[in-house]
């Protein structure tokens, strides 16, 4: 009897190990060897953002100044001012408690010229119902004061728009696709306003803007209490990390990031990408949905479009990719051919949007390239870069 009791007791205990089993088996089924993606956007904090153009009365330096304001980690606490020269570089002077990162001004114009750590005398920037209230004053690199002054008192409401404000225009040497996209964006109105722009007491007055807004003048002046700051792609050489969801999984996190995943033949694709962040999700979404790199075969191309989108006020950009598989790497190309689609909300808009083509136009001048290559350790390495295409700057 007891010999009986310790077969059936043996024959339990091989059972719980078979099942265990089973059920770890079923578990490893259902894990994804990682999904290879290389699109990334980087998104830099801001609070506000004004730019002050004085090109038709230039100083001898300085042909416009750009006041921002920071609260967050990644930058710190303070105030910034671009200043546009007029060799088309810019000279950073920023409050001593930020500390901002150099690399990203080489996007904007000729690059920078100087980053100078300064003691302002001012630095107030707020928006309120009546517009902008802005007072500046610190001392340049040649060591004269420069005082930046608006005070809007105009009790008429204003009618801000959204923008994806031209940055990357005159970017020659681009390490990404700069994406600003401007809420509540408005011009500063000529009425009721105290302006003053000095430099080394010499006063400069405010380009104005060509047409009317709302039935109002304007100044060239504008601003945006809003911010989206935002790159997509940023240049990189290196390991590139996969997305390793479970299978099935059609929706996945890591860190600021949610992936909309869906599967054919149990391969993952990544219908859309969406950065948080504290003013609006930005969504990169594809058509069809972009294929997991690691599972594409040799000898093989891929074309399909993208769409990046925000709040629907600022519009969105959109363009195709292509990619290229040989039997040692993949390419991959990414052209925003489309350019970016406004909001259409006025008539005066669709004026500036239509005339004035920079704003539509200019992000269709970019390239993005990329080669990747897996490691016989299996890591997958992606050395990538932009250019500004000659032949779309041309037309």
Not at 225 to 249: A, D, H, T
Not at 360 to 375: F, I, N, P, R, V
């Amino acid at each position: 009897m007891k010999t009986i009791t310790k077969i059936i007791l043996f024959l339990n205990f091989i059972l719980v190990i078979m099942n265990d089993s089973h059920a770890q088996n079923s578990i490893d089924d259902r894990k994804s060897d990682g999904v290879i993606f290389p699109f990334s956007i980087k998104i830099d904090p801001m609070e506000k953002l004004l730019l002050v153009n004085i090109e038709k009365d230039p100083d001898s330096v300085y042909v416009g100044f750009e006041p921002q304001k920071f609260n967050d980690t990644i930058n710190g606490v303070g105030h910034l001012i671009l200043a546009y020269r007029t060799d088309k570089k810019v000279d950073v002077y920023h409050a001593k408690s930020l500390k901002p990162d150099t690399s990203k001004y080489r996007i904007v114009g000729a690059g920078l010229n100087e980053m100078v750590p300064v003691d302002m005398e001012k630095s107030f920037f707020e928006v309120n119902e009546f517009g902008v209230q802005v007072h500046y004053k610190f001392r340049d690199i040649l060591d004269r004061e420069v005082e930046i002054l608006i005070h809007e008192k105009n009790q008429k409401k204003r009618k801000p728009f959204g923008l994806l404000a031209p940055m990357g225009d005159a970017a020659t040497n681009p390490p990404s696709l700069p994406m600003m996209f401007l809420h509540d964006f408005y011009f500063v109105r000529k009425n009721e306003t105290e302006f003053k722009v000095s430099i080394n007491g010499k006063f400069h007055k405010l380009d104005n803007l060509p047409i009317r807004m709302d039935w109002q003048k304007m100044t060239f002046t504008r601003y945006s209490p809003k911010p989206l700051i935002s790159f997509l792609n940023p240049e990189r050489n290196g390991v590139l990390e996969s997305i390793n969801q479970v299978m099935g999984q059609e929706t996945f996190e890591k860190g600021d990031c949610i992936y909309e995943i869906e599967y054919t033949d149990k391969t993952a694709f990544i219908k859309s990408m969406s950065v948080k962040n504290n003013i609006h999700l930005l969504t990169m979404s594809f058509i069809p949905s972009f294929p997991c790199l690691n599972t594409v075969s040799e000898n093989t191309q891929y074309k399909g479009k993208f769409t990046i989108t925000g709040h629907e006020s600022v519009g969105s950009i959109s363009g195709e990719y292509t990619i290229q598989s040989d039997k040692e790497s993949i390419h991959i190309r990414l052209v925003p051919t489309k350019g970016w689609k406004p909001k259409i909300t006025k008539s005066s808009t669709w004026f500036l949007f239509t005339f004035v083509k920079v704003f539509t136009k200019w992000t269709t001048t970019y390239q993005w390239d990329a080669e990747l290559h897996k490691s016989p350790e299996g890591l997958w390495y992606m050395q990538s870069k932009w250019v500004r295409n000659g032949k779309i700057m041309k037309d």
